[in-house]
């Protein structure tokens, strides 16, 4: 006799709930004798306990929830053009069952190597397909086919269409590094065509990394700046100009990460929230597919706070990311220049590092993040106005160019000689005037010397007219030397004030706004001063109480010798007494004795 399946005894099993729920006194067991079915089982289902097919498998890791979740997160990605990598799916399964798993005493559970292939075998809609790597030396050339650039500006002009996104509302943001100190090589102007050229620079090579964000209607957000280390140190508030909405975070390789990423997200929310027209409008956020940016926290965040993100085809910042196109390369050129200006011999000073590079951070800013350059990076990417032929025809250009010529198409020259007139971030006092009036005085004098001297001979008028012209000439580059010492000096004692390093810090890794920090630091020189009044009182209190103790102390003195003193008065007075009775009675005895 064949055994039976499973769906022959569940059809049983449900005539069997059904018989029972129309008797007034159902009889369980004769039910499951009639029926043939295990009374356990009958009971059990009777009180609720689901059927084989509708209860989920015993080695399914994820709940239902969990597992939808997982794929509306996967959705979610794809959708902003960020496909998740295979190996992906199980470390994201492992952190929703960590997160999931209260019970500190046990490990939490993992899933088994072969759960990704059944997770995909369970959800057909997920194709696997191959993501092909593109050559980063040709990226300019064949970084994107025109027509995914096409459909990607029909994407972005869609979304920004259907959500009513203002340019205002629309941002872009990247990370750009620095090495702190190393610069690069500056033109000169010289007469010496053979001698060799060089100068001292910095090398402090620790990494900085900033995170910019700019907007369509040529604004920009306040920087989130990431350096190198464990602590936040309380001299890069303190001996810094740095402006109080700065956010400064810490990592031990001066790069951004998943937490940082979610630090900044919070800063662009609460700067970008107060520019909008009204609440509960839509914001773009432009962004590459840097690993930081797809983490499940910085999407699920981005959700709640209306935030779309939208990210740029791989490989393609080049073309299409304003701060990339515009920004970042007069950003690294004022960065070398302020080096220059640090570290040169005319300044005086002869290392770049966190602190010179956090001082001279806002005056580079000011020099790059003006309205008409971050309106002019957004107008060259083709994103507002939106032109995509702007994108479209210098790719063409750029494609057409190369395999006409057959040759590189980015091998270009030298850059042409740029002359910059020099600037220096920190304003330094103006000179003292005495010399320029001297100048004055003696190319006043010289002229008056030429009206009276016309009747010299030639040569001798030749001559003063030489010694004139050399003495004005000796006084000009006096008072230009001059004026380069005022600023070696001022340079000078700026560099020291800041050399001499507290070390102390104000917290371990995290983020912190300058003017939270410069805050904390009032409050604590505010409690170190309390403290040390309350020792110094504590000390004047512990002065005079030891004063009143030495006043007592010489009073008891004072006081026992007069005690004693009193004593030995009142004895000798006694004495007395006993001395005058005594010659008394002795007087009187006599007298009777005598008469």
């Not at 997160?73 to 496909?83: F, K």
């Not at 840097?290 to 791989?314: A, G, V, Y």
């Not at 590189?408 to 000179?431: A, D, G, M, V």
């Not at 026992?560 to 004895?571: I, L, P, S, T």
Request: hydrophobic share 35%.
């Amino acid at each position: 006799m064949a055994a039976e399946s499973s769906m022959d005894i569940e059809d049983r099993i449900q005539e069997a709930i059904e018989k029972i729920s129309h008797e007034e006194k159902p009889n369980i067991p004769a039910t499951a004798r009639d029926l043939k079915l295990p009374e356990h089982r009958l009971r059990a289902r009777l009180k609720g306990r689901q059927s084989r097919h509708q209860r989920p498998a015993s080695n399914r890791k994820l709940s239902p929830d969990q597992e939808l979740a997982l794929c509306q997160y996967w959705n979610r990605l794809d959708e902003i053009g960020l496909p998740a990598r295979c190996r992906h799916i199980g470390s994201y399964a492992n952190a929703i069952l960590a997160r999931a798993h209260h019970d500190s005493s046990t490990p939490a559970p993992t899933i088994s190597r072969m759960w990704t292939g059944r997770f995909l075998q369970r959800h057909p809609e997920y194709l696997i397909r191959k993501q092909k790597t593109l050559d980063v030396k040709r990226k300019e050339l064949e970084a994107h086919d025109i027509d995914d650039l096409n459909g990607w500006f029909d994407r972005y002009k869609s979304i920004r269409d259907k959500k009513g996104i203002l340019p205002q509302n629309t941002y872009n943001f990247d990370e750009t590094g620095f090495r702190i100190g190393i610069g690069k090589d500056q033109w000169v102007v010289t007469r010496d065509s053979k001698k060799p050229l060089s100068f001292a620079s910095s090398t402090n090579q620790e990494l900085v990394t900033v995170i910019e964000t700019i907007s369509g209607d040529g604004a920009v957000l306040p920087p989130m700046i990431i350096v190198s280390g464990k602590l936040q140190m309380e001299d890069w508030f303190t001996k810094t100009n740095l402006p109080g909405d700065v956010l400064l975070g810490v990592s031990e390789t001066g790069y951004s990460n998943d937490v940082l990423g979610i630090l900044w997200l919070h800063h662009f929310d609460k700067y970008s929230a107060d520019r909008r027209t009204q609440s509960g409008v839509w914001r773009l956020l432009l962004l590459d597919d840097h690993n930081s940016h797809c983490t499940r926290e910085f999407i699920q965040f981005c959700d709640d706070r209306k935030i779309i993100l939208f990210c740029l085809p791989p490989h393609s910042t080049h073309l299409l990311q304003p701060l990339d196109v515009v920004v970042f390369q007069p950003y690294k050129h004022y960065h070398a220049e302020a080096i220059d200006n640090a570290t040169s011999s005319r300044p005086g000073c002869s290392e770049f590092g966190k602190i010179e590079f956090l001082t001279s951070i806002d005056w580079i800013r000011h020099q790059i993040f003006k309205p008409t350059t971050i309106r002019s990076a957004f107008k060259a990417t083709g994103l507002i106005p939106f032109n995509p032929s702007i994108v479209i025809n210098k790719l063409s250009n750029v494609v057409n160019t190369s395999f006409e010529l057959g040759t590189q198409p980015f091998e270009t020259s030298s850059p042409p000689l740029e002359i910059h007139s020099p600037t220096t971030p920190p304003q330094l006092p103006e000179p003292n005037p005495t010399t320029l009036q001297t100048i004055r005085s003696l190319r006043n004098h010289a002229q008056l010397l030429h009206y009276q001297l016309d009747q010299l001979p030639q040569h001798a008028d030749q001559s003063l007219h030489k010694y004139l012209k050399g003495s004005l000439a000796l006084a000009q580059s006096g008072t230009q030397a001059l004026f380069d010492l005022e600023n070696t000096k001022a340079a000078e004692l700026a560099r020291t004030a800041r050399r001499n390093r507290s070390w102390r810090s104000m917290q371990q890794g995290g983020v912190l706004y300058a003017h939270e920090a410069r805050a904390m630091v009032l409050q604590k020189e505010k409690e170190s001063k309390e403290k040390d009044l309350q020792k110094a009182q504590q000390i004047v209190e512990s002065a005079i109480l030891a004063k009143e103790n030495r006043v007592r102390k010489l009073w008891k003195e004072i006081s026992k010798d007069m005690r004693k003193a009193v004593k030995e008065r009142e004895k000798q007075h006694k004495y007395q007494k006993l001395l005058f009775t005594e010659i008394s009675g002795f007087i009187r005895r006599r007298s009777r004795y005598l008469s």
